[in-house]
């Protein structure tokens, strides 16, 4: 049997849970960037950085080029607003 104070405190882990969201784009990117320049430093100290140098060539221009679209999408706004 369940006594009262176990039931009160799951009524407050309950009440108090925050259900996990999906990230953003951009924490998505900031991550994916993070992960990808710790991977190229670290082939760099054990001087194998072959195979990270060519994974992060082709990564990128991607990347870049999603916060360029976030931030040319960020500029039509201001000058649909502001009539720059």
């Known amino acids: 049997m369940c006594t009262p104070v176990f039931i ?11 259900q996990p969201r999906c990230p953003s784009e951009d924490e998505w990117i900031r991550k994916l960037w993070y992960i990808s320049t710790m991977e190229y430093y670290s082939a760099i100290k054990k001087n194998a950085f072959e195979s990270v140098l060519m994974r992060w060539m082709k990564l990128e221009p991607i990347i870049q080029s999603e916060v360029s679209q976030k931030e040319e999408h ?9 009539g720059i």
């Open 74 to 82: 960020q500029y039509s706004l201001l000058t649909h607003m502001y």
């Open 8 to 18: 009160a405190a799951l009524f407050i882990i309950a009440r108090t849970w925050k």
